[in-house]
């Protein structure tokens, strides 16, 4: 029986498989520019985050209907509970989709769908955040959000992602502002790819409550010091920091030197379809390759509840 855990930094079009994206292609006469999924897979030998990027966005081609989006959530969450996870907060890119023609009411009520009934038919929790593409502008995050407004009944919080270098967090201050205005919660990825100081410029300008990866700051002490002291959660990913060459090897993954330092570390999938594993698999790889202790890793599972947004009787539950 795999450990019970949250997963907290897992983005749903990121766990569109190959055979389902063939599938979808065809259902909605998409041409994809590949033979078959052992053509597609070969595409996945990633040389950093933007080339990651580049096949994650050209792929979301085949996702037009609300029967498409529930159709990638019930897989997900089907994988998702054969790995213990019990609670799942789900990002998505709703630009990357708005961009293409789909509305914003499309692929929320699509995952809707999968996600509205996800206790009763997968056993898991979930809760829905939504990302700005930061290599995108302000005006189109804040465009974004006013869009987003008739579904807050449905999205817990706001996130940052997309290509991390050279689109400092501080370009989204207002959308951040008005977010919290709407009493939505506030994570980011900082520190992928990207410099400890946009860890820094995050939690001060953006006020968020948890760092998606975050990996970086060990390059500053002072800012590990703070993150131990305030109790910032990390949503660490550590299969997707390998493929995306944000370590060279799983071997020398910082987590342990993470984790003895103090900080609040979870381990999750990023993007498990296009990185070799989901949670549980994550999980095994650093007992394995990093040698964790068993009371390390039930850490990282009780990690995962308390970094979570559920709040404590939910928590509890969900254990
Ligand atoms: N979008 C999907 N996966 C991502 C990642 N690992 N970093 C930034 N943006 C992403
Ligand atoms: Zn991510």
Redesign the pocket.
């Known amino acids: 029986m795999p450990l019970p855990k949250a997963e907290l930094h897992l983005?749903v079009?990121?766990t569109l498989e190959p055979e389902l994206a063939f599938e979808l292609a065809a259902r909605n006469a998409v041409e994809l520019p590949y033979a078959d999924t052992d053509d597609l897979r070969k595409a996945y030998a990633f040389e950093d985050?933007q080339s990651?990027?580049n096949l994650?966005y050209e792929l979301m081609a085949v996702l037009r209907t609300e029967r498409d989006f529930e159709d990638l959530a019930n897989a997900y969450l089907e994988r998702a509970a054969a790995q213990g996870v019990r609670h799942a907060e789900i990002?998505f890119?709703p630009q990357a989709h708005i961009a293409r023609g789909v509305p914003m009411g499309t692929v929320v009520e699509g995952l809707w769908r999968a996600l509205g009934r996800s206790e009763d038919s997968h056993g898991v929790s979930t809760q829905l955040i939504m990302?700005f593409l930061r290599d995108e502008s302000a005006d189109s995050a804040m465009e974004t959000l006013r869009a987003a407004e008739p579904y807050l009944d449905r999205i817990v919080g706001v996130g940052l992602?997309?290509?991390?270098v050279g689109h400092p967090p501080a370009k989204f201050r207002e959308v951040y502002e008005a977010a919290a205005a709407l009493g939505l919660r506030r994570v980011a990825?900082a520190g992928?790819e990207g410099p400890p100081e946009y860890i820094t410029e995050a939690l001060d300008v953006l006020g968020i409550e948890r760092v998606?990866?975050g990996l970086r700051c060990m390059e500053d002490p002072a800012l590990v010091e703070r993150l131990v002291r305030e109790r910032v959660p990390l949503t660490l990913?550590p299969l997707?920091n390998v493929r995306?060459r944000a370590v060279d090897v799983l071997a020398e993954h910082p987590l342990p030197a993470m984790l003895d330092a103090g900080l609040l570390c979870t381990v999750n999938s990023?993007?498990p379809a296009y990185f070799g594993g989901y949670v549980a698999d994550n999980f095994h790889a650093v007992h394995d390759t990093l040698g964790l202790s068993t009371e390390r890793m039930r850490e990282l599972a009780r990690n995962s509840f308390l970094a979570s947004f559920l709040d404590h009787d939910e928590e509890r539950r969900a254990r």
């Open positions: 983005h079009e990121g985050l990651f990027l994650y990002f890119d990302c992602d997309s290509a991390e990825h992928e998606d990866h990913c997707s995306l990023d993007d």
